[in-house]
């Protein structure tokens, strides 16, 4: 047993069997891989089947095509490329590594790719060929085509015909829902007639505004009536409380002061303060808080531009904006009364003439028209020819015209609704690059110029000596109209220097907050649309825009009344009629903080003493 031959016989067997170990592990392995790679080549089989392709290789071969980098024997004295499964088949010898492979494990692969090749075959049924799928664009389908060979040049009555597959129905099924569904505005519906013309649901809402506000008033009254006095509420009423007595105006004005002087960490720990005190549904002070933080902060961080424009770009829909303008006039008389004064104007200049062209600067949405088609259709000796032009500055996008064109199409609506003979021409440009062969003026027509509160758009002498103001202003008197209605923003946040402008702007809006505050319930969902869209953006160009970027310029009425003076205008005197039927109006639906009055020519409208717009008439 000590011999060195027994010892010599015993190692080779014990090699032996350690390689035999060796190689039924190597043949798993490999054999799995394989085998993964192979169920691969079957689950991919079925779709080559369906889009019509030719597979690789033939689904009876067990060994793949020479040119593919691992391949399975057909033969085992066959030369193959290396690979996990060429190197695994070049180690199996004789019939038993043979079985392996054709009983084993092709018997299983097989009954997998059954299995799959009948899912497939059942799904043949409803797919129909990819290259054989058009779009029929007469019924707004998916369709699969028939098409039959036949010799060049000749066309089979079969492959004209097209037959809808099955599994498409679905889409004819719902073809009325689709059609329905457009990129399109809304261009008029019961919506808009319902607040843009005055039948009596525009009054029904004052009324309905005024309760819901005096309901919210009395609830949260009855709140604090209703309040608990126990120690742990008045420890929390007293952490409120101090949290409520925060001058956010103050440090909104530190915070300014910060970024003024480069003092960006004081400024960053200035804004988590004034944020965590503030809240978009809080009071006005608080609402007023968050724009003005958030703007400060796209300032701090340089991105003031770009946030614009994105949010320019976003602009809302005409019927977000109606209901935002539904809100507005229900709570706030500056709107409606800008367009009393404005239609009043048109109609006592136009009373008696047959044909009425105006030319409005900053058209938008146009919802003052319908209601100024509305008091034509009343007149006594009956409608004149409307002719309207609208000029606005082109959106951003692939429709520059979009908005000034589906105003036109709503205006329509209304003067056909209303029996009057009705043109319109829509503009798409800068104020200031205006041609007036354009605006193809006729002399028997009672032109009238109308611009509402956009003048501060244009801009003014930081940008050139000979501003785009005065520009347009020497434009519409080369127009030469009958009347010029001009409504101008009274504000004096046009400093071209950050602090100073920053005050200015942050006393007017708290103005503008503090009035919804006082008009509008907190909890109203469309008050958020018009703090975000319309006040928001604003204070975000005039904060964090600078140069040519920031838009935003209003000046005091005074200012644009020598403006008007030197392009060659005569101020018209205030119509007594206006100005009572105004004050009227104010006194019966309104808030008693709201102001009417007048002042050199203008009328003013104002909150709690403070002058928000001006509006008067001017002739050539």
């Known amino acids: 047993m000590d011999s060195p031959e027994y010892s010599e016989i015993n190692s080779n067997i014990i090699v032996d069997y350690i390689n035999q170990i060796l190689m039924e592990e190597d043949t798993d392995e490999k054999g799995r891989i394989c085998q993964q790679y192979d169920a691969l080549q079957a689950t991919e089989k079925p779709f080559y089947d369906i889009l019509g392709q030719t597979y690789p290789f033939s689904p009876n071969q067990t060994m793949m095509s020479s040119d593919s980098k691992v391949g399975w024997p057909h033969d085992s004295s066959q030369n193959h490329p290396d690979g996990a499964c060429s190197s695994f088949a070049s180690d199996l010898r004789g019939s038993q590594g043979r079985h392996l492979i054709t009983t084993g494990w092709t018997s299983e692969l097989d009954r997998l790719s059954l299995q799959f090749s009948r899912g497939a075959e059942e799904a043949n049924k409803f797919v129909p060929s990819i290259g054989s799928l058009v779009v029929d664009l007469d019924n707004n389908v998916l369709v699969s085509k028939q098409v039959t060979e036949g010799a060049v040049g000749q066309k089979s009555k079969r492959a004209n015909k097209t037959k809808q597959h099955p599994c498409l129905e679905l889409l004819k099924a719902r073809k009325s829902k689709c059609s329905a569904i457009s990129t399109n505005e809304t261009i008029r519906d019961e919506m808009f007639d319902r607040i843009l013309l005055c039948n009596g649901n525009i009054y029904r809402d004052f009324a309905d505004h005024r309760k819901m506000m005096a309901k919210e008033e009395g609830n949260s009254s009855q709140n604090v009536q209703h309040r608990g006095y126990d120690q742990g509420q008045e420890k929390s009423r007293g952490k409120k409380q101090q949290k409520e007595a925060t001058d956010l105006r103050a440090l909104l004005t530190q915070c300014a002061q910060a970024l003024a002087s480069n003092n960006h960490p004081f400024a960053s720990e200035l804004l988590k303060k004034i944020r965590y005190h503030s809240s978009p549904y809080g009071d006005g002070s608080q609402r007023l808080a968050v724009y003005f933080a958030d703007v400060l902060e796209a ?23 109606l209901k935002a303008y539904r809100l507005f006039i229900a709570a706030c008389p500056f709107t409606m009364g800008a367009y009393y004064f404005s239609n009043k104007t048109i109609i006592n200049a136009s009373e008696g003439r047959p044909r009425v062209h105006i ?12 209601l100024l088609i509305q008091r034509l259709a009343g007149q006594k000796d009956g409608p004149p020819k409307l002719r309207i032009t609208g000029i606005d500055i082109p959106q951003p996008g692939f429709r520059p015209c979009k908005v000034i064109e589906e105003t036109g199409k709503r205006l329509a609506e209304y003067a056909k609704m209303f029996n009057i003979p009705f043109q319109y ?17 006729d002399k028997d027509e009672v032109l009238i110029i109308n611009c509402l509160l956009d003048m501060k758009n244009l801009g003014d002498e930081t940008e050139d000596i000979d501003s785009a103001r005065d520009r347009v202003l020497r434009i519409m008197k080369r127009i030469n109209p009958e009347v010029l209605v001009l409504g101008v923003v009274n504000g004096l946040y046009n400093s071209p220097f950050f602090l100073p402008r920053f005050r200015e702007a942050l006393f007017r809006y708290s103005s503008l907050f503090d009035m919804l505050n006082a008009t509008v319930a907190p909890n109203h969902e469309d008050r958020i649309l018009i703090e975000k869209y319309l006040l928001g953006a604003d204070v975000l160009n005039v904060i964090a825009c600078e140069g040519t970027e920031r838009i935003e310029r209003p000046e005091s009425y005074k200012r644009w009344q020598v403006r008007s003076l030197n392009a060659g205008f005569k101020q018209l005197p205030i119509n007594e009629e206006i100005l009572q039927r105004s004050i009227e109006g104010i006194k019966k639906y309104y808030h008693d903080d709201f102001v009417i009055d007048k002042d050199m020519g203008w009328l003013l409208q104002g909150w709690k003493g403070r002058i928000i717009h001006a509006l008067s008439s001017w002739k050539s």
Not at 359 to 370: A, K, R, T
């Open 425 to 441: 021409q829509g503009i798409a440009s800068r104020w200031e690059d205006i041609n007036t062969e354009d605006l193809k003026i």
């Open 359 to 370: 030319i409005d600067f900053g058209i938008v949405f146009g919802f003052q028209w319908p």
């Open 299 to 321: 300032r701090l961080a340089g991105t003031g531009s770009q946030m614009y424009k994105k949010l320019m770009g976003k602009r809302a829909s005409a019927r977000d904006m």
